[in-house]
């Protein structure tokens, strides 16, 4: 009985794995939502490297966290105002085109694409049907993973994504049961709201779905997280979360 409880406590913890929050961004050099942060989470091998996918005024879309670039709305500004402008290490935003192209040299990492939200439902419809095509142009349906914070989002993924892709709610207002409902195959909630409700942490499994929190930065919480066997920390700082899986 003991052996079999440690058994089981071991392949729980085993499951945790690691979600690189914007990419392993804090390398030196690199900056959220770059192709190096990319980069570096692939080669760091973590589970997955998130990204915030936005459209620009003119239908382009790009991996950028803020609405805000600068002085700039970039859903309401077109691509080649925002090209000129360098981020802080010297990138430039990278179109999700060049993301899922880095993403594409090592599948090993998955992408975890959140899909922001924009001004209308009509938009985020068509937002959604674009970054679909573009997984698929690249053949990447089985190497990337959805989240996002408006529920009308996770629904059109849901419709266009081929069957079985994974999509997680992120705005922390539903139930497991709700979400389970819906079609979602995962929560992805914040640390606060999950140390609120451990108790759906358990729910969610007896679902068959999985958990994900962000975003966990330090070793106590890492460590809450890791003891409480959820499926994804989502991080920025995967060295230290790896460190205390033994990876
Ligand atoms: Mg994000």
């Known amino acids: ?21 914007r990419g392993f961004h804090a390398k030196s050099g690199s900056f959220d939502n770059t192709i190096s942060s990319l980069k570096n989470a692939q080669e760091l091998g973590v589970y997955g490297s998130e990204c915030d996918v936005n459209e ?13 670039h600068g002085k700039l709305n970039v859903q309401q500004t077109d691509y080649a105002t925002l090209h000129a402008q360098a981020l802080a290490n010297g990138e430039r ?6 993301y899922l192209e880095q993403a594409a040299k090592n599948t090993a990492t998955k992408l975890i694409i959140e899909v922001k939200d924009h001004p209308t439902p009509e938009r985020e419809t068509r937002v959604v049907k674009k970054i ?13 993973e959805y989240i996002a914070f408006r529920q009308h989002v996770c629904d059109e993924i849901l419709k266009y994504a ?25 929560i992805d909630y914040s640390l606060g709201t999950m140390k609120k409700h451990p108790e759906w942490i358990k729910q969610c499994h007896d679902l068959g779905m999985t958990v994900n929190v962000w975003t966990v930065n330090d070793t106590a919480n890492l460590k809450w997280c890791i003891d409480q066997g959820v499926d994804y920390i989502t991080t920025d700082n995967p060295v230290e979360a790896n460190r205390l899986l033994g990876k």
């Open 1 to 21: 009985m003991l052996a079999a409880c440690l058994i089981a406590a071991s392949v729980v913890s085993a499951q945790t794995q690691v979600i690189a929050h």
């Open 56 to 68: 620009t005024s003119d239908g382009v879309l790009i991996v950028i966290h803020g609405l805000m």
């Open 93 to 98: 935003i990278p179109t999700f085109d060049e």
């Open 132 to 144: 679909v095509a573009a997984v698929k142009k690249h053949k990447l349906q089985n190497d990337v």
């Open 162 to 186: 081929p069957k079985g892709t994974k999509v997680a709610y992120l705005n922390g207002s539903l139930t497991p049961e709700y979400c389970k409902g819906l079609g979602y195959t995962g």
